[in-house]
């Protein structure tokens, strides 16, 4: 399998305080991998530095094609949708007004239709809404909708910011279960960071843990789940 | 009778103008969250160059359409030049590059096309307008431009992929550039189109207030006065506010003792505190709804 993000001698910064150090990792192409780590260890840095929205030095390179110095808008254009943190839904516009912006770089009309009508598929709670303001949504189906708005892009690498945040346990049951599923329908590279480490590793192939902005350990995820600090620190027991 | 319904009438003509303003005002407004105190200025310039065309012996429509492109460039220029520098400054720092913008654009009218005042030709004419004495064919002409011009604005941000980029990065500027759209350059098509719309509602009041450098300050105060009515988040509301503010002021002139022409402008101001204190969200602004 090949490299499709390569990150090397990652620094990022927020003004003078510096949250990554060196760090290094890499995604296969088709793999779903997770970012583990505490509070503040600078798992949404990481995300943030791939789409250039804070300042990083280092190298980046997806699919050969190194990001740094590229501004976020042209990331995207390569094919990596991020879902941020906060979903960062348009709450002033409707549902279907905010799936047609995840596809507002394509210009392939009726394929975005019908890849509309493919996500209201994947989420039915999506269609039943779709004349509503976003904003009006719940925080499961805002998620939701973050996520669809992501695919609308056809990405080739989808970057999720804890997804399960503020939500339900059945929802996020639910969430992790599409996640999957778009991976191995769609082929779709994912890189997402959670707190919550045991669904993380259950739908991930490949983990990382983070620490204080530096990678400290790296495996698969079923070797990651097996690891003694890990249970300890992450997952409880 | 009579005399009410040609007020209500010249209120919706004047009204149409009021409407412009406001409407390139909240498209400022939406796309950096700050007042565009030039807005009048720009417009009067915008005019200034019209005249100019036609001095030079261009037909009405040809300068019409010649400004209204020079005036979308011109206001996508003065963005890149001097406010897309400021956008991470703070408001005073905002508002003192929109009164140096009001500053140099009138001096610079003044400078070169001089103070005194100027008739404006109307492609509409002024005779009485279908035969009726209550409004002539340049206030129908007013409305009916005002009204097509709002039709294409409709059109435009609900079903094209452009207006619906900018109404994304007015919303949530972060998120519309994790979905590929260029913020940056969607701020300053906002800005262009403000202009082009200001230029539209300049060259049509030109004939009625004559063209001189400070023929837009009283205009710019009831376009303030027609956003802030309207609500400055709604475009929509903007429109409604401008007719709104141009047949109370015709009426409050008429018809309330001791208004008159002289009193009129100090209604628009007495318009914006009222709204300001009992309905900051003005008539269409819409509060947006969220879940907690």
């Given at each position: 399998?090949?490299?499709?993000?390569?990150?090397?001698?990652?620094?990022?910064?927020?003004?003078?305080?510096?949250?990554?150090?060196?760090?290094?990792?890499?995604?296969?192409?088709?793999?779903?991998?997770?970012?583990?780590?505490?509070?503040?260890?600078?798992?949404?840095?990481?995300?943030?530095?791939?789409?250039?929205?804070?300042?990083?030095?280092?190298?980046?390179?997806?699919?050969?094609?190194?990001?740094?110095?590229?501004?976020?808008?042209?990331?995207?254009?390569?094919?990596?949708?991020?879902?941020?943190?906060?979903?960062?839904?348009?709450?002033?516009?409707?549902?279907?007004?905010?799936?047609?912006?995840?596809?507002?770089?394509?210009?392939?009309?009726?394929?975005?239709?019908?890849?509309?009508?493919?996500?209201?598929?994947h989420f039915p709670v999506l269609k039943q809404r779709h004349t509503q303001q976003a904003g009006t949504l719940s925080g499961g189906e805002q998620q939701m909708l973050a996520v669809a708005r992501?695919?609308?892009?056809?990405?080739?690498?989808?970057?999720?910011?804890?997804?399960?945040?503020?939500?339900?346990?059945?929802?996020?049951?639910?969430?992790?279960?599409?996640?999957?599923?778009?991976?191995?329908?769609?082929?779709?590279?994912?890189?997402?960071?959670?707190?919550?480490?045991?669904?993380?590793?259950?739908?991930?192939?490949?983990?990382?843990?983070?620490?204080?902005?530096?990678?400290?350990?790296?495996?698969?995820?079923?070797?990651?789940?097996?690891?003694?600090?890990?249970?300890?620190?992450?997952?409880?027991? | 009778?009579?005399?009410?319904?040609n007020q209500i009438l010249a209120g919706i003509s004047t009204g149409a103008i009021y409407a412009c303003i406001a409407l390139a005002v909240v498209m400022i407004y939406q796309a950096i969250d700050?007042?565009?105190?030039?807005?009048?200025?720009?417009?009067?310039?915008?005019?200034?160059?019209?005249?100019?065309?036609?001095?030079?012996?261009?037909?009405?429509?040809?300068?019409?359409?010649?400004?209204?492109?020079?005036?979308?460039?011109?206001?996508?220029?003065?963005?890149?030049?001097?406010?897309?520098?400021?956008?991470?400054?703070?408001?005073?720092?905002?508002?003192?590059?929109?009164?140096?913008?009001?500053?140099?654009?009138?001096?610079?009218?003044?400078?070169?096309?001089?103070?005194?005042?100027?008739?404006?030709?109307?492609?509409?004419?002024?005779?009485?307008?279908?035969?009726?004495?209550?409004?002539?064919?340049?206030?129908?002409?007013?409305?009916?431009?005002?009204?097509?011009?709002?039709?294409?604005?409709?059109?435009?941000?609900?079903?094209?992929?452009?207006?619906?980029?900018?109404?994304?990065?007015?919303?949530?500027?972060?998120?519309?550039?994790?979905?590929?759209?260029?913020?940056?350059?969607?701020?300053?098509?906002?800005?262009?189109?403000?202009?082009?719309?200001?230029?539209?509602?300049?060259?049509?009041?030109?004939?009625?207030?004559?063209?001189?450098?400070?023929?837009?300050?009283?205009?710019?105060?009831?376009?303030?006065?027609?956003?802030?009515?309207?609500?400055?988040?709604?475009?929509?509301?903007?429109?409604?506010?401008?007719?709104?503010?141009?047949?109370?002021?015709?009426?409050?002139?008429?018809?309330?003792?001791?208004?008159?022409?002289?009193?009129?402008?100090?209604?628009?101001?007495?318009?914006?505190?009222?709204?300001?204190?009992?309905?900051?969200?003005?008539?269409?602004?819409?509060?947006?709804?969220?879940?907690?």
């Amino acid at each position: 399998m090949t490299a499709l993000l390569n990150i090397k001698a990652l620094d990022a910064f927020y003004g003078q305080v510096q949250a990554l150090h060196g760090l290094e990792f890499s995604l296969n192409e088709g793999s779903v991998t997770t970012l583990l780590g505490a509070n503040g260890a600078g798992k949404t840095t990481t995300l943030r530095a791939i789409c250039n929205m804070v300042r990083s030095t280092g190298a980046i390179e997806f699919d050969g094609e190194p990001l740094l110095g590229r501004s976020t808008e042209n990331i995207v254009r390569l094919g990596i949708a991020h879902v941020p943190q906060g979903r960062g839904t348009f709450t002033t516009l409707t549902v279907e007004e905010n799936l047609q912006l995840g596809a507002i770089t394509r210009s392939d009309r009726s394929a975005v239709s019908s890849d509309i009508e493919r996500m209201y598929a994947h989420f039915p709670v999506l269609k039943q809404r779709h004349t509503q303001q976003a904003g009006t949504l719940s925080g499961g189906e805002q998620q939701m909708l973050a996520v669809a708005r992501a695919l609308m892009l056809r990405p080739r690498l989808m970057l999720l910011d804890e997804p399960s945040f503020g939500l339900a346990p059945l929802i996020v049951r639910d969430l992790f279960k599409i996640l999957g599923r778009i991976n191995r329908e769609e082929k779709v590279t994912i890189l997402v960071v959670e707190q919550n480490a045991q669904l993380a590793l259950e739908l991930a192939d490949h983990a990382y843990v983070i620490e204080t902005g530096r990678i400290v350990m790296s495996g698969s995820a079923s070797e990651i789940a097996d690891h003694e600090d890990v249970r300890k620190s992450y997952l409880g027991y | 009778m009579e005399l009410f319904t040609n007020q209500i009438l010249a209120g919706i003509s004047t009204g149409a103008i009021y409407a412009c303003i406001a409407l390139a005002v909240v498209m400022i407004y939406q796309a950096i969250d700050h007042l565009n105190f030039a807005q009048g200025e720009m417009a009067m310039f915008s005019t200034f160059i019209s005249w100019q065309l036609m001095q030079w012996g261009v037909p009405y429509w040809g300068a019409f359409l010649l400004t209204l492109i020079l005036s979308f460039m011109g206001g996508i220029f003065i963005e890149r030049l001097l406010f897309k520098p400021l956008a991470k400054a703070p408001i005073l720092t905002n508002v003192a590059g929109f009164i140096a913008l009001l500053a140099i654009l009138n001096s610079s009218a003044g400078l070169i096309w001089d103070f005194t005042i100027k008739e404006y030709p109307t492609p509409f004419g002024s005779a009485p307008f279908l035969g009726s004495r209550l409004i002539s064919t340049h206030q129908a002409g007013m409305i009916g431009v005002t009204v097509l011009l709002l039709i294409a604005l409709y059109v435009f941000f609900t079903y094209t992929r452009v207006g619906l980029a900018m109404r994304a990065a007015a919303s949530v500027p972060e998120s519309a550039r994790l979905v590929g759209i260029n913020t940056s350059w969607m701020i300053a098509l906002g800005w262009g189109m403000a202009a082009a719309i200001g230029s539209i509602a300049g060259m049509l009041i030109a004939p009625v207030v004559f063209l001189e450098p400070n023929m837009m300050l009283g205009v710019l105060i009831y376009g303030f006065a027609a956003a802030v009515l309207g609500g400055l988040t709604s475009p929509f509301g903007a429109v409604i506010g401008g007719f709104l503010v141009g047949v109370i002021e015709n009426l409050a002139g008429t018809y309330i003792p001791g208004v008159g022409n002289e009193l009129k402008l100090p209604i628009a101001l007495a318009l914006i505190i009222t709204v300001l204190v009992v309905k900051p969200a003005g008539l269409f602004g819409r509060p947006i709804v969220k879940r907690v």
